[in-house]
T-cell receptor, first 113, second 111 residues
């Protein structure tokens, strides 16, 4: 089944403790992206990747890192999480082409205490 | 700046028709997407408009007017399962790698 898999689904952590949210897709998509979703603000792009070893900042990249060593994986890294990073995070992928639809993972609800 | 406006909430009755509006002001325009998101779930693709006019897909239709910076999603024969948030998203010029989302419209369908 074609899908984008995110883990974990829920995560509670404390300020400053490094964490990684994993994202993997099995559709051979070139493009992958991370979003955060906050009430009243909609989805905001954190980072995106056009292909292996090609990443770029979205609209809200501060406090996040990403890597794209393999085509299928695009982990999101929070080196030193802070409470304002408490949010619902979605990974998404699509084939190359801006008019192509995004496939989203099931989301990661992160709480930073 | 980039701005997308949608109503925050709407209610409708099962079997009725509802129109969800979206207005946008962006630095150029490539196309407009609509996504559906049920509570606690991931967004899923509904439609994509790049040219002016109405695109019909079963019970759902989407309209675009590029000159007015306006789109709407039309849902016919509403069902309870249509209760969800509907997200409008615009791909700005030169920004195929970026998608600007509106805050979404939460639709509640009542019996």
């Amino acid at each position: 089944e074609a899908q984008v898999t995110q883990n974990p689904r829920y995560l509670i952590t404390v300020t400053g403790k490094k964490l990684t949210v994993t994202c993997s897709q099995n559709m051979n998509h070139e493009y992958m992206s991370w979003y955060r979703q906050d009430p009243g603000l909609g989805l905001r792009q954190i980072y995106y990747s056009m292909n292996v070893e090609v990443t770029d900042k979205g609209d809200v990249p501060e406090g996040y890192k990403v890597s794209r060593k393999e085509k299928r994986n695009f982990p999101l890294i929070l080196e030193s999480p802070s409470p304002n990073q408490t949010s619902l995070y979605f990974c998404a992928s699509r084939i190359q082409g801006g008019d192509e639809k995004l496939f989203f993972g099931s989301g990661t609800q992160l709480s930073v205490l | 700046g980039q701005n997308i406006d949608q109503p925050t909430e709407m209610t409708a009755t099962e079997g009725a028709i509802v129109q969800i509006n979206c207005t946008y002001q962006t630095s150029g325009f490539n196309g407009l997407f609509w996504y559906q998101q049920h509570a606690g779930e991931a967004p899923t693709f509904l439609s994509y408009n790049v040219l002016d006019g109405l695109e019909e897909k079963g019970r759902f239709s989407s309209f675009l007017s590029r000159s007015k910076g306006y789109s709407y999603l039309l849902l016919k024969e509403l069902q309870m399962k249509d209760s969800a948030s509907y997200l409008c998203a615009v791909s700005p010029s030169g920004g195929y790698n970026k998608l600007i989302f509106g805050a979404g419209t939460r639709l509640a369908v009542h019996p």
